[in-house]
Nanobody, 123 residues
């Protein structure tokens, strides 16, 4: 079992920044690729960014150049630095763990999920 707890969400003005954290406990964090997803009201959950066990990252086009995913295996934590936030980024943000070397864009390929943290971007 892996438990994931997100933090760092909040209310921010458009153009601002937030840093989300996802702390993992349980089985070896370094054995898992990690992903960040988000779900806006009335919309399906969507992939935002992923990071492999070795630290290779991938982003959806809408956040490239503005978001940065990183991981600290010594702290069992994955981060999502979000800059130049836009109102369209308002959503609940979730981290997820996938056993194996690399991320997936598909949410049902992840093994564990956090409870989510709300990000609200005002215009």
């Amino acid at each position: 079992q892996v438990q994931l707890v997100e933090s760092g969400g909040g209310l921010v003005q458009a153009g601002g920044s937030l840093r989300l954290s996802c702390a993992a406990s349980g089985r070896s964090f370094s054995n898992y690729a990690m992903g960040w997803f988000r779900q806006a009201p009335g919309k399906e959950r969507e992939f935002v960014a992923g990071i492999s066990r070795r630290g290779n990252s991938y982003y959806v086009d809408s956040v490239k150049g503005r978001f940065t995913i990183s991981r600290d295996n010594a702290k069992n934590t994955v981060y999502l630095q979000m800059n130049s936030l836009e109102p369209e980024g308002t959503a609940a943000y979730y981290c997820a763990a996938r056993y194996g070397s690399t991320w997936s864009l598909v949410d049902n390929e992840y093994d564990y999920w956090g409870q989510g943290t709300q990000v609200t971007v005002s215009s």
